[in-house]
């Protein structure tokens, strides 16, 4: 599936796109997202195939569920941009959500024409990107794209995530050899504006597909999968310590503190690991409460619905 328009859908089918409505039993859960296998019945999505992998949002919003960005696909590439600072604590929390979809992360940083130092930038990110693949890219020039392209082999689904104004739909334009997504100018601080407004899949010329995204305000974890793979280097420390429910704070034999008194951990970078960990537990009692309460509800209604068939025996 390649788009999703307000109850529509935009599939890609051996014969070329066809637009369906989305059937009555497609909704909440069971909803179709960008990069979904349906099955079809004239004109109506009847049915979502089994997913292999789903990129899945929280936003942070005290009522909102978890939200399927890009199902069925192979990397996920967290896009941020070289212009400024590098924001190593963004990138981690993209690369928590990344590794728990089940796909590969890649980080993609992009507009290296206008940074000054790229071995650098992209070595500073490389250090907190733990076992990720970090590429420095131009869209204008063309730089790194060729590496970017050999892991987008025939066949392959990427989808790309980041903030706005990072670049990803002047990349997802210079992969595709055309104009597939609209981009905007350059603000006075060097950084891009806001364009893509709905997830959209792309053909590539070579048979992989891309899937562009809207830029996320917010993304909260959905749960604690994703993190020990994204803090592998923490994790293995954390094993270390003399005592299995280390806090990492004072206590004797805690190989984490030692790791930052002596130099080898970065301190912020530990700080996040606990913030993450701490939202992660939050979002999955969150979850577990609304599963109550759903299952709670649909007893209830299966229980009016019972009393109220006609026929039923009274006391």
């Known amino acids: 599936m390649a788009r999703v328009d307000r109850g529509l859908l935009t599939l890609l089918t051996a014969t070329g796109e066809q637009r369906v409505r989305v059937g009555g039993g497609l909704h909440d859960a069971a909803a179709p997202a960008v990069g979904d296998w349906v099955a079809v019945r004239g004109e109506l999505a009847v049915r979502v195939l089994p997913r292999r992998t789903a990129f899945v949002r929280t936003a942070a919003g005290r009522g909102s569920a978890p939200q399927v960005v890009a199902a069925n696909v192979d990397l996920v590439l967290v896009v941020d941009s070289l212009v400024g600072e590098a924001r190593l604590r963004r990138v981690e929390r993209y690369l928590a959500v990344a590794w728990a979809s089940g796909a590969t992360p890649v980080v993609v940083l992009t507009k290296a024409d206008v940074c000054p130092d ?3 930038a992209v070595a500073q ?8 693949d970090v590429l420095a890219v131009s869209a204008v020039t063309g730089a790194g794209l060729d590496r970017l392209r050999a892991l987008l082999t025939p066949g392959c689904t990427a989808a790309m995530v980041g ?3 990072v670049g990803k739909s002047s990349l997802a334009n210079a992969l595709a050899g055309r104009p597939v997504a609209a981009t905007a100018g350059i603000r006075e601080d060097g950084r891009g504006r806001h364009t893509t407004t709905a997830r959209e899949l792309h053909l ?3 048979g992989a597909l891309l899937i562009d995204t809207p830029g996320m305000r917010e993304l909260a974890l959905p749960g604690g999968d994703g993190l020990d793979s994204t803090y592998a280097d923490v994790t293995e420390l954390a094993a270390d310590c003399r005592f299995r429910d280390c806090a990492h704070r004072t206590e004797p034999g805690c190989a984490v503190a030692a790791a930052i008194d002596r130099g080898r951990l970065d301190p912020a970078r ?4 606990r913030k993450l960990q701490a939202e992660a537990a939050w979002q999955e009692r969150r979850a577990d409460a609304r599963a109550r309460a759903s299952e709670q509800a649909r007893v209830k209604a299966l229980t009016r619905e019972l009393r109220a068939r006609p026929g039923r025996p009274r006391r």
């Open 118 to 120: 790229v071995p650098a």
């Open 163 to 165: 903030p706005s104004g």
């Open 270 to 273: 530990f700080t996040a690991w």
């Open 204 to 206: 590539l010329p070579g």
């Open 125 to 132: 990110v490389a250090e907190d990107a733990v076992g990720v």
